[in-house]
């Protein structure tokens, strides 16, 4: 068994984790432009930080003990290009439509499924050897259920779970949802059981309506994603939920270092998730601490 609770916080057995490996395949992500700058003044308030290898070894702060879950998947970008299968595609489903103007429409469609399905395609970039060598305390990979690459994404789990475990790693499995999928209970709750199934320690996955069932569906633990930004009382409200509904915490990234005020925000995150704060009184400590922020 994998010890993920060494990740946990003491007191309370539940985890604040810092997000900040969306640059693998979005690059300079807003927010993240100067990663180290991003992380440094929000360690103090985090249980685990989630970095990729690049931010691990040059932009986190050298003195800093937080615990590490490498991202250790990749090899996919936001954009692809490959012009000769975009022709081949656009010639087949082309035949018999003379418009210009609907041609480059569908030129742009075909272009946007490339790359939508190519976002899939991940393969293993750091090895649980390599991982342990660099002395973090567990790796994460995500697993693509019902796209174009689900099996070879849930392979690079299932081995990272094996290697990982051989080194004393904690894995964890992140449900990543495609644009094609919905992110519902009936699909986040088949996604996280894959993910458990195939040996993640701890599941990563996000809020939905009917969580309690994804909860309930899978035997590993659950942090949430943030997602997209969206306002801080939002943000708060749905951690709220999700840590009612049976999730262990939190492995946010745009909601807090995208916030005017992150330092105030994962301060009132971490209320919610180990203080069990409402979202009323945790949006107001957000406010308060965004007016006069405490220095240390
Ligand atoms: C992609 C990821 C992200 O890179 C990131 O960790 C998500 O964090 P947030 O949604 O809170 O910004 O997991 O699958």
């Given at each position: 068994m994998s010890?993920?609770?060494?990740?946990?916080?003491?007191?309370?057995?539940?985890?604040?984790?810092?997000a900040v490996d969306h640059g693998y395949f979005q690059g300079p992500t807003s927010g993240l432009e100067e990663p180290g700058k991003t992380v440094e003044p929000l360690l103090a308030w985090c249980d685990a930080v989630s970095p990729t290898k690049?931010?691990?070894?040059?932009?986190?702060?050298?003195?800093?003990?937080?615990?590490?879950?490498?991202?250790?998947?990749?090899?996919?970008?936001?954009?692809?290009?490959?012009?000769?299968?975009l022709e081949r595609e656009l010639s087949i489903r082309s035949a018999g439509l003379a418009d210009e103007t609907a041609r480059e429409a569908l030129r742009g469609q075909i272009a946007d499924e490339i790359?939508?399905?190519e976002l899939s395609n991940e393969s293993i970039t750091v090895s649980a050897a390599e991982a342990a060598r660099l002395g973090v305390a567990g790796v994460?990979?995500?697993?693509?259920?019902?796209?174009?690459?689900?099996?070879?994404?849930?392979?690079?789990?299932a081995r990272m779970s094996d290697e990982g475990r051989r080194e004393g790693l904690i894995v964890l499995g992140i449900t990543a949802v495609g644009k094609e999928m919905t992110r519902d209970a009936r699909y986040l709750g088949l996604a996280t059981r894959i993910a458990a199934e195939?040996?993640?320690d701890v599941v990563k996955t996000y809020y939905c309506e009917g969580f309690e069932r994804v909860v309930r569906g899978c035997f590993a633990p659950i942090v949430i994603a943030g997602g997209k930004k969206v306002p801080e009382?939002?943000?708060?409200?749905?951690?709220?939920?999700?840590i009612d509904e049976g999730a262990v915490g939190v492995d946010m990234g745009r909601n807090i270092f995208q916030s005017a005020h992150p330092v105030a925000?994962?301060?009132?995150?971490r209320a919610v998730v180990?203080?069990?704060?409402?979202?009323?009184?945790?949006?107001?400590?957000?406010?308060?601490?965004?007016?006069?922020?405490l220095t240390d």
């Open positions: 010890d993920h609770m060494k990740i946990m916080n003491e007191k309370t057995g539940r985890i604040v984790m810092l690049g931010v691990f070894l040059r932009c986190m702060p050298p003195e800093s003990k937080t615990p590490v879950i490498l991202r250790a998947s990749g090899g996919n970008a936001i954009v692809y290009s490959d012009p000769v299968e790359v939508n399905r994460s990979v995500s697993v693509y259920v019902g796209a174009c690459y689900q099996k070879e994404s849930i392979l690079n789990l195939h040996g993640a009382r939002e943000a708060l409200a749905f951690c709220s939920r999700a925000m994962i301060q009132a995150v180990h203080e069990d704060l409402s979202p009323d009184a945790a949006y107001e400590m957000f406010e308060d601490l965004s007016v006069a922020p």
